[in-house]
């Protein structure tokens, strides 16, 4: 089912809202929100369902995150994974920046971690660079999104390629 602009954007409202929640709900505590990369207008579907899942479980096995509270939920909009980590912030940071970065499905997952202000904490925080575009890889990701140099059609083709590339070797990885 394609999503609208106001849906999408609703979508955000109430995902913030949560972070609210529960940084609210564990005071002290690192939040993380996790969505799945999934270019175009339909943003729930076989492939962004597996993505979820095979987030999910991945992160029920992974000890060094520390993870206390897990939540999923599965929306027309995508799926959101929110959990909460013993862990200090940029500790957490730099384990989930380096899951996007080395897990072969990391590049299909966003990992935002929340600062006690409910803004995300950015990658140069912790002297990182930005994420490079999926499909050049020359660009900031950010960059080629705003001045939308891939059609939604390319980059939606290439989340289905590196999905298909790794599904199978994604489940034996370990940090």
Partial sequence: ME????????????????????LEQYPGRT????????????KSNI?????ADKAEAFLRHCQQLQIEHM???????GSEIYFISRLPLLETKRICC????????????DFDVIQPNSEPLSRTEIGLRPRKCIICGDQDAINCIRARRHTKADLYARVEELFKQHQDTADDYEL
């Fill in 98 to 109: 380096s899951i996007e970065d080395e897990h072969p499905l990391g590049r299909l997952w």
């Fill in 71 to 77: 939540t999923r939920r599965d929306l027309n909009t």
């Fill in 31 to 42: 939040l993380v929100s996790v969505t799945m990369v999934m270019p175009g207008p339909v």
């Fill in 47 to 51: 492939i962004s369902l597996t993505l």
């Fill in 3 to 22: 999503v609208t602009l106001d849906e999408l954007l609703l979508s955000r409202d109430n995902r913030h809202q949560m972070h609210l929640e529960l």
